[in-house]
């Protein structure tokens, strides 16, 4: 971690200046922070009452302590006294973009509002079967998360056997993960046994049946099947560094199939490999499967080949990564921000504007917005993943890479504001004022006694 400037010098640095946050969690709630102790009045925009983003709604529960230890680090943060919280606020439908960086004062704006919307299914016509037999990975994770609360309005779903996951990646499996849990759980209470989400995925499947006197085959499941258009050894589970020499892919390749294989023995889904997406299987106005294309590999990349099959399943589940929203006054490229400047998001038509997290990688998963990061130690994505003998014990050190990024980020940010004219006393209260004239409209008074009043009594 970067040591602190001592009170002081912070205290001159960048006094007078006002900087918006936009999105208040991991990376947008560290570079709030640094910039604050550097003097700056920071205002973090966020749009849901919460502002924990992908901790909350992106890891699944069973990393519950992780969550927690989360939860109370951003909340240390954005609790800091020149910061201002300004929660249920989106960017282009509530507060004006352009306006926000151009005319409300703001020296500079940092968008660190992730990455939220699902990367469509490469299929023409996919998402017209939308609620009719395939779902994406956000909401299904969203409501994993949050179904058992009293006052959970989202989207549901019913966890089924025999679904289909396409994608690739510790977010694909984390969908695996739940399906499996839930259907074996499920299973379970049919023969009057209750064990929990928590404890089925920390004992392992095949273990917690064990002390029951039951083997998987027992429960009648067919379980759920993740299909990736690459091999095993090719799934970004473990970083692969540029440039890495041939024994030092084969290692990493290595390393990747081991993690994989001990997933899919802790939680027994399935991999069908080197199969793309390729059609749709439709019958009675409802998706009930896919068609894949057999890859292969060649230069690292998945070639289609002549061969295909079909897969049927009770639905699918597109899990092959998340793209950042559009926001209106920014332009994109393709699915991502058009950025003239990846190493700090900056945008061609707005100077003053930054970026950080995941809204510049365009992945929406925790892990991978380890930017900065050559690569994560095997044994962090091993803890993360819960196969490890100490179970999910050092998977916190998933977030040092991405939070050295957001510190990064909010370093040159820092160097940007402060070569310019700090605000006047009447400019700067003005700002403060239209500020929280907002917090007022969403009904803020302060932030610690606002996170009580939105958290829900039963979310753990």
């Keep these: 971690m970067l040591g602190r400037m001592p009170e002081q010098k912070n205290a001159s640095r960048l006094g007078e200046h006002a900087i918006a946050v936009i999105g208040g969690a991991t990376a947008g709630a560290e570079v709030a922070e640094r910039l604050a102790e550097e003097g700056a009045f920071v205002a973090v925009f966020e749009q849901n009452p919460r502002p924990y983003g992908k901790i909350e709604d992106g890891l699944p529960r069973w990393h519950q302590e992780l969550r927690r230890k989360e939860y109370r680090t951003i ?8 910061v201002a919280f300004v929660p249920n606020t989106r960017i282009g439908r509530d507060v004006d973009f352009e306006a926000l960086a151009r005319s409300w004062g703001f020296h500079a704006v940092v968008l660190a509002n992730g990455a939220w919307r699902d990367r469509p299914l490469p299929v023409d016509g996919a998402d017209a079967f939308l609620g009719r037999g395939l779902v994406y990975q956000n909401p299904f994770i969203i409501w994993f998360n949050h179904a058992g609360e009293k006052a959970y309005t989202g989207p549901r779903f019913e966890a089924q056997d025999d679904a289909i996951v396409v994608g690739g ?5 984390d969908v695996a993960k739940a399906l499996m849990l839930e259907t074996t759980r499920a299973k379970l209470r049919e023969r009057g046994i209750d064990e929990t989400i928590l404890e089925l995925e920390v004992k392992g499947i095949p273990k917690a049946l064990e002390r029951h006197g039951l083997r998987f085959e027992d429960l ?34 290595g390393a990747r199939k081991k993690l994989l294989d001990k997933a899919i023995e802790k939680y027994r889904f399935q991999i069908e490999p080197l199969s793309a997406p390729d059609g749709l299987v439709v019958e009675g106005n409802r998706l009930v499967g896919i068609r894949f294309r057999r890859t292969r590999m060649e230069g690292g990349k998945p070639v289609g080949t002549d061969a295909t099959f079909e897969r049927r399943g009770s639905y699918v589940i597109s899990s092959i990564g998340s793209i950042p929203e559009a ?4 332009d994109m490229k393709g699915e991502l921000f058009a950025f003239t400047d990846w190493d700090l998001g900056r945008l061609a038509n707005y100077p003053n504007v930054f970026s950080a997290g995941n809204v510049v990688t365009g992945k929406g998963n925790i892990v991978a917005s380890r930017k900065h990061a050559s690569h994560v130690a095997e044994k962090v994505i091993e803890s993360f993943l819960g196969v490890g003998e100490a179970g999910h014990a050092g998977e916190e050190a998933i977030f040092d890479a991405p939070r050295e990024a957001a510190r990064k980020l909010a370093d040159g940010v820092a160097a940007h504001v402060a070569t310019q ?18 917090q007022q409209a969403v009904g803020l008074a302060d932030y610690r006694s606002w996170i009580e009043r939105v958290t829900p009594p039963d979310l753990e």
């Design 75 to 82: 909340d240390a943060k954005l609790a800091h006294a020149n």
């Design 327 to 330: 926001i209106p006054g920014i």
């Design 421 to 438: 004219r700090p605000h006047d006393g009447a400019s700067l209260q003005r700002l403060r004022k239209r500020v929280a004239a907002r």
């Design 169 to 173: 990646g510790l977010a694909s499996i």
């Design 220 to 253: 009648g499941l067919r379980g759920c099947t993740l299909f990736y258009r690459r091999r095993p050894e090719d799934m970004p589970l473990v970083e692969m560094p540029e440039g890495a020499p041939g024994d030092r892919r084969a290692k990493v390749e």
